[in-house]
């Protein structure tokens, strides 16, 4: 098996450094662009199967990748991106910041071990769990043994994804870092374990 992951196009909320997390914002037309420059860049790719984040932000970009092609595109919840509760559309950039718990909130970047979820939110190890239980699914279905996939979800959730194959503890989490929109990581199960063959490549 081939597995494509990409991050969900630019959108208004990433622009102006507005939380999303279940927030269903569209992409904006520079995301739409990065999207549609990402899709040349894989039109040699051979997807047998798209499965995507309900969210449109996500469920958009795939569909702009997949182009005229008939290949199924299937969503899943379990790979939409991290719940943010109450903090959801609240603004985390110096112009209007108005998250209430500063430095608790930002554990989220920079502490990830001592970050507290805000209320009705979800934690790490909840994201890591729900996205794991996906990507085990997909491995044992004999269906898609010998498929190429692409996956389509959120900066969060891919690097949960990631954080599944590499047993990244909490504290390493994001490692070198939150994926760019439209970065695509390449992976690869051709000896019977997952292998991250390229990460966060552009192509715009």
């Known amino acids: 098996m081939e597995i494509y992951l990409i991050r969900h196009g630019e959108t208004d909320y990433n622009k ?12 904006n037309d520079y995301g739409r662009e990065l999207a549609r420059l990402t899709a040349d860049g894989l039109k040699d790719v051979p997807f047998d199967v798209v499965f995507t984040s309900p969210l449109v932000r996500a469920s958009e970009t795939a569909r702009i990748l997949v182009g005229d092609r008939k290949i199924p595109i299937i969503e899943d919840i379990r790979i939409q991106e991290i719940g943010f509760g109450e903090y959801e559309g609240l ?76 047993g990244t503890s909490i504290k390493d989490f994001w490692g070198e870092g939150v994926h760019k929109n439209c970065g695509v990581t390449h992976l690869s199960d051709a000896d019977g374990s997952l292998k991250i063959i390229e990460e966060g490549k552009l192509y715009y």
């Open 16 to 27: 102006a450094k507005r939380i999303q997390g279940h927030c269903d914002i569209a992409l």
């Open 91 to 166: 603004c985390s950039g110096k112009q209007g910041y108005n998250i209430p718990d500063n430095k608790e909130f930002w554990n989220f970047f920079f502490d990830t071990p001592n970050y507290r979820v805000p209320p009705g939110g979800e934690s790490f190890e909840e994201v890591i769990g729900r996205t794991g239980e996906f990507l085990r699914e997909l491995l044992s279905n004999d269906e898609y043994r010998d498929k190429t996939v692409l996956i389509s979800t959120h900066g969060c959730a891919l690097k949960a994804i990631l954080a599944n194959i590499s």
